[in-house]
C-alpha cells in the first residue's frame, strides 16, 4: 500500500491561487506504473476527480471543471505530485484527497484509485 501526506491546502479569496503537494512513499511496483491523482470532495456532495498523472511521463488528464485553471506536475525522483490551483472559485471550496494506483500511463486517468491520503483542506471564500 503506498503511503500518501498532502500539505498546502488553506483558506484564500475568490480568484487567489494555492498549490497542494502529495508526497508518496511505499511504493511496490514499477516507476512505469505509478499514477496520482487528486480528487475532492465538499460538504453534503460526492468525490469527484479532478486531474491525474503519470509519474513515469508526466501524462495528464483533468476534470472539465477546473481545465485551464489547475495544473497537475510531478517530480519522479522525489515521489511528489503538486496541484496549482489558480482562479479558485467559492465552488472549488473542498477537501482535496491525493491518490494513488498502479496502471500503465495510458490508463492514468480518474478513476479506480485504490490508495488515499487523509485529506487537506481548502477554502475559497468570496
Known amino acids: 500500500q503506498v503511503q500518501l501526506k498532502e500539505s498546502g491546502g488553506g483558506s484564500v479569496q475568490a480568484g487567489g491561487s494555492l498549490r497542494l503537494s502529495c508526497a508518496a512513499s511505499?511504493?511496490?511496483?514499477?516507476?512505469?506504473?505509478?499514477?496520482m491523482a487528486w480528487f475532492r470532495q465538499a460538504p453534503g456532495k460526492e468525490r469527484e476527480a479532478v486531474a491525474s498523472i503519470s509519474i513515469y511521463n508526466g501524462f495528464t488528464n483533468y476534470a472539465d471543471s477546473v481545465k485551464g485553471r489547475f495544473t497537475i506536475s510531478r517530480d519522479e525522483a522525489r515521489n511528489t505530485v503538486w496541484l496549482q490551483m489558480n482562479r479558485l472559485a467559492v465552488e472549488d471550496t473542498a477537501m482535496y484527497y491525493c491518490?494513488?494506483?498502479?496502471?500503465?500511463?495510458?490508463?492514468?486517468?480518474?478513476?479506480?484509485?485504490?490508495?488515499w491520503g487523509q485529506g487537506t483542506q481548502v477554502t475559497v471564500s468570496s
Open positions: 511505499g511504493y511496490t511496483y514499477d516507476r512505469t506504473r505509478r499514477c
Open positions: 491518490a494513488a494506483r498502479e496502471a500503465d500511463w495510458y490508463e492514468c486517468g480518474l478513476q479506480y484509485y485504490n490508495d
